[in-house]
């Protein structure tokens, strides 16, 4: 019941939340996926959400 990543297919992103029928996966690349049902909906890119590691003080 799993959704691959169409960045890098990645076969199993991890589910990071739920909410209803709506999956949100996180992929090993960064890549966001939402599910809702058994359909990816969306696959919104890395730089829609700052990455904590990247962060640097100017
Ligand atoms: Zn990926």
């Known amino acids: 019941m ?3 990543c169409p960045t890098c ?3 199993t992103p ?3 939340s739920t909410h ?3 999956h949100y996966l996180r ?3 960064g890549q966001w996926l939402i599910r809702e049902h ?3 909906v ?3 890119g890395p730089s829609d959400f700052p ?3 990247r962060h640097t003080a100017a």
């Open 14 to 16: 991890t589910l990071v």
């Open 42 to 44: 969306a696959a919104p």
């Open 20 to 22: 209803g029928t709506t």
């Open 51 to 53: 990455r904590a590691d």
């Open 38 to 40: 058994r359909t990816l």
């Open 2 to 4: 799993t959704t691959p």
């Open 27 to 29: 992929c090993v690349c």
């Open 9 to 11: 297919a990645w076969p």
